[in-house]
């Protein structure tokens, strides 16, 4: 098991920003894709970014693109989800998770994060 833990959430008004990080002391996340999910009250987990290990590549959902940026810091062993432009309907837990490749969605509950909440209300 991975265990990340994710930080950086909170309350921000529309049009503001806020930066997730994704971190897994003792485990290099390097070698591994990293994904962004999110799930709203009485929604579905859906999923928002994805950075690949091997080529850095990145994926968003339609509803983010443009808005937010996946990044990663080797050296510090962590993911960010930089989100600008904030709207209502961004208000979701969001997780990160560790997976093999940006397209494996089978993803164990060992390498899910506990979450954190972000709230986008004026």
């Known amino acids: 098991q991975v265990q990340p833990v994710e930080s950086g959430g909170g309350l921000v008004q529309p049009g503001g920003s806020l930066r997730l990080s994704c971190a897994a002391p003792?485990?290099?996340?390097?070698?591994?894709?990293i994904g962004w999910f999110r799930q709203a009250p009485g929604k579905e987990r859906k999923a928002v970014s994805c950075i690949n290990s091997s080529t850095g590549s990145t994926s968003y959902a339609d509803s983010v693109r443009g808005r937010f940026t996946i990044s990663r810091d080797n050296a510090k062993n962590t993911v960010y989800l930089q989100m600008n432009s904030l709207k209502p309907e961004d208000t979701a837990v969001y997780y990160c998770?560790?997976?093999?490749?940006?397209?494996?969605?089978?993803?164990?509950?060992?390498?899910w994060g506990q979450g954190t909440q972000v709230t986008v209300s004026s």
């Open positions: 003792g485990f290099a996340l390097n070698y591994y894709a």
């Open positions: 998770a560790v997976q093999k490749d940006c397209s494996d969605y089978i993803i164990p509950p060992g390498y």
